[in-house]
């Protein structure tokens, strides 16, 4: 029989093989610690949107296990970091809170920015003879957000990735200690840095996501306070730069791999792209898996789930299930009927999926214009990272041909 298992060989390269086994031969069954799992698209879509399930409590558990992870002597930052972490808040609390981030979302206008964005990384890296792939996919996301935040060159691009990546891994399964030391101190420096631009911020000439908050909370008073601010910016910092990186990085391997899909897009007309991107989206799910847990008892597809029990869904593989997507493990081009859960779906679903999908329009013809300069030696094959929700590269190397 088979069971869920990240450590197959293989997996990090390419978990399809082990997730299309585990749907086709055990779509749903028991995890190692008793998580039970779920590979349909059927049954991931209808328990992400049900209301019988809700997220799991981040902060809660970080509360709990803080002293244990951390000892006597640390600072604890890893409760206070995620409280404000959408993804893992219920009910009002929730609600109120994508309420506020929404509303400033709205507000500011991303068009522009994502387009000089575009421009100057293709500008800055147009004389390298050897590129890295993934530096070229946080330098488009990262401009994007600096700009949303009001900040210029803020730390080195390495140092940032880092970042980035460690808040990300927060939300990892089987993470040691060492590294949630490692998380605690940039949730450390990150509220030294956030705080210090909440403060600045009435200087500030342009509107930007902290004079946004400032202006919300003025004209309708929040109950936030300014650590749960600082949680906000850094929630939506991190959900912005990491998944549209992993998203970016895979889909130019792609593009780098494929001269077909290359052609395809440099002649596409604007819908073309844009059905296009879905497609890539689909394929590559940056957001691997999502957790839920049950808020009562019921039964799913002849499963029982009793209260409480932790439901882990599979976005990946059920965006690969062949009975939705016809040739599940190709990139169809014109793909017509494409209801792909990588934005998830229901009260969680992406705050960003508007911007994350205008970010991919707007750089898939001019990067891959920039790319055809570009190839893969014949040995190059990405660093791919070891996590395991969320699916991306450390690095990928390509060299002007
Ligand atoms: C390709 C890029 C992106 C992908 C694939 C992606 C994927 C997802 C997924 C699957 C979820 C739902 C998680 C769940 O149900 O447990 C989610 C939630 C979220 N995303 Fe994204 N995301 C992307 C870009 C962005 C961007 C650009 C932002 C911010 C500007 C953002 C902000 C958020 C937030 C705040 C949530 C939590 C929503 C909630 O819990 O109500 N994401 N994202």
Redesign the pocket.
């Known amino acids: 029989m088979i069971r869920w298992n990240p450590y197959t060989p293989g997996y990090f390269n390419n978990p399809y093989v082990h997730l299309k086994e585990c749907r086709e031969l055990a779509p749903i069954h028991y995890g190692v610690h008793n998580e039970i799992m779920f590979f349909k698209y059927r049954d991931v879509k209808t328990i ?1 949107k049900s209301p019988s399930f809700g ?1 799991t409590n981040l902060s809660g558990f970080f509360k709990e296990k803080e002293l244990i992870i951390l000892g006597e002597s640390a600072c604890p930052f890893l409760s206070k970091g995620t409280a404000k972490w ?2 893992y808040l219920n009910d009002k609390e ?1 609600e109120n809170t ?1 309420q506020l ?1 929404d509303s400033i ?1 709205r507000q500011f206008n991303f068009n522009p920015v994502i387009e000089t964005a575009v421009e100057n990384c293709i500008r800055a890296n147009k004389q390298n003879d050897v590129i890295d792939i993934v530096d070229i996919s946080t330098q488009i996301p990262l401009y994007v957000i600096e700009s949303f935040f009001g900040i210029e060159g803020m730390c080195k691009l390495q140092e940032l990735k880092k970042f980035s990546h460690l808040l990300a891994i927060s939300q990892d399964m089987f993470v040691p200690k060492s590294v949630y030391r490692e998380i605690n101190a940039v949730f450390s420096w990150a509220f030294d840095f956030f705080g210090d631009l909440y403060n600045k911020s009435d200087a500030a000439t342009q509107s930007n996501i902290v004079t946004l908050l400032k202006q919300a909370d003025s004209l309708k008073p929040t109950d936030f306070t300014n650590d749960e601010i600082i949680s906000i910016l850094i ?2 910092f991190m ?2 730069l990491e ?2 990186k992993d ?1 970016m990085s895979v889909i130019l391997y792609e593009i780098l791999k494929n001269p077909e899909l290359s052609d395809w897009i440099l002649n596409a007309d604007d819908t073309a792209i844009n059905v296009l991107s879905e497609e890539l ?1 689909r394929y590559v799910s ?2 691997q898996y ?1 957790v839920r847990i049950a808020n009562e008892n019921c039964v799913i597809s002849n499963q029982k789930v009793n209260k409480g029990d932790r439901l882990f869904l599979s ?1 990946a593989a059920a965006n690969r299930d062949p009975e939705i997507f016809e040739m599940p493990d190709s990139i169809i081009f014109n793909r017509k009927y494409n209801p792909h859960l ?3 779906t229901g ?7 508007k ?2 999908r205008n970010e991919i329009r707007n750089w898939l013809k001019p990067v891959t214009r920039y790319l055809n300069e570009y190839k893969l030696d014949d040995k190059a094959e990405p660093v791919w990272q070891k996590t395991i929700f969320m699916r991306g590269m450390h690095s990928l190397i390509a060299t002007r041909k």
Do not use: D, E
């Open positions: 992400l997220v959408l993804m929730h994508k981030v979302l929630v939506v959900a912005a998944t549209t998203s989206l940056p957001l999502t976005l990588s934005f998830g009260v969680h679903s992406c705050l960003g999926a911007i994350a």
